[in-house]
């Protein structure tokens, strides 16, 4: 356990060094334990990116992540305090999450040093060159909708409140007064309905057929049933399919090519240790170890 330890204080020291001396601030205390700014940043390398996005955004989601990163590392310390880390299994996790930080580091600069920026922009140039008919726009429509939510214990009087709203509109009442009035969909009703534009395969798909079946600006739709409830839907404008100018196709092209990039060099690292006849596998012990069994 003193190798495993000095190990983790080897690796949070190496971050240490690497990172501005900003980052050994200290941003939350407790009675029993202090967290640093690296510690922040160190977990938040490790979050998905939408969850990074969640965080940077809200000083609550923030301050949870320091208190939940306090939490274990108090409990830790009780751990520790109890004798849990003489258990030979918990030894081993400890070492294995190690192993997996380091191993996860090291891939990433790794990768991160493979992707030369020149050669991407020179290979995203070449593949449109090559394949511009690959790198377009497709279709896309604008509208708004009405949405009616199905109420499961009374189905019918949805559909009756949904064909009274259609009549209206049939009859020339405003479609942006309607939804803002009548619509359940909170995210588009004070909108008056206006879905701005999309393509294909960005809406379910009964609602996505017929909003592209409608065929001038003004046109309406029948009552059109998702799983959200039931839509009433007019077409504002169409945009026809468009091929995209490299400067347009650039970012997901270079996104492309950078991942291929960095995959190739995780596998060029990976593949001789995990080469057929490098690692030899006592069968035996090794089921035994996956069941559990001594």
Do not use: W
């Not at 601030?25 to 938040?44: D, G, R």
């Not at 009087?157 to 049939?170: F, G, N, T």
Request: with cysteine; aromatic share 4%; glycine share 6%.
């Amino acid at each position: 356990m003193v190798i495993v330890r000095r190990l983790l204080v080897t690796g949070v020291m190496a971050v240490l060094c690497q990172a501005p001396m900003a980052a050994a601030e200290t941003v939350a205390t407790h009675p029993k334990a202090s967290l640093s700014a690296v510690e922040i940043q160190a977990e938040m390398a490790v979050l998905a990116p939408e969850l990074q996005e969640a965080v940077k955004r809200s000083a609550t989601s923030a301050q949870n992540l320091a208190a939940d990163l306090l939490a274990r590392r108090i409990i830790a310390e009780q751990a520790r305090e109890s004798g849990l880390e003489a258990d030979p299994v918990v030894a081993a996790r400890v070492r294995l999450a190690a192993e997996r930080a380091l191993y996860e580091a090291y891939m990433e600069r790794a990768a991160t040093k493979a992707v030369d920026s020149k050669l991407v922009e020179r290979q995203a140039k070449d593949e449109f060159r090559a394949f511009p008919e690959k790198y377009k726009k497709g279709e896309q429509v604008r509208a708004r909708h009405i949405l009616i939510g199905a109420c499961k214990c009374a189905p019918e009087k949805a559909q009756e409140r949904a064909e009274a709203i259609l009549e209206r509109l049939k009859a020339g009442e405003s479609f942006e007064a309607l939804a803002k009035a009548e619509s359940e969909d909170p995210g588009s009703a004070k909108e008056g309905g206006d879905l701005g534009f999309f393509e294909r395969g960005r809406m379910v798909p009964p609602f996505e057929e017929a909003a592209f079946a409608l065929k001038a600006p003004g046109d309406l739709s029948g009552l059109v049933t998702s799983q959200f409830g039931i839509h009433i839907i007019r077409l504002e404008e169409r945009k026809p399919a468009e091929k995209l100018s490299y400067d347009e196709a650039r970012d997901a092209l270079v996104s492309s090519i950078e991942t291929k990039l960095k995959v190739a060099e995780r596998t060029r690292i990976l593949n001789p240790i995990r080469a057929p006849g490098a690692i030899a596998y006592d069968e035996e012990a090794l089921g035994r170890a996956v069941a559990g069994k001594d």
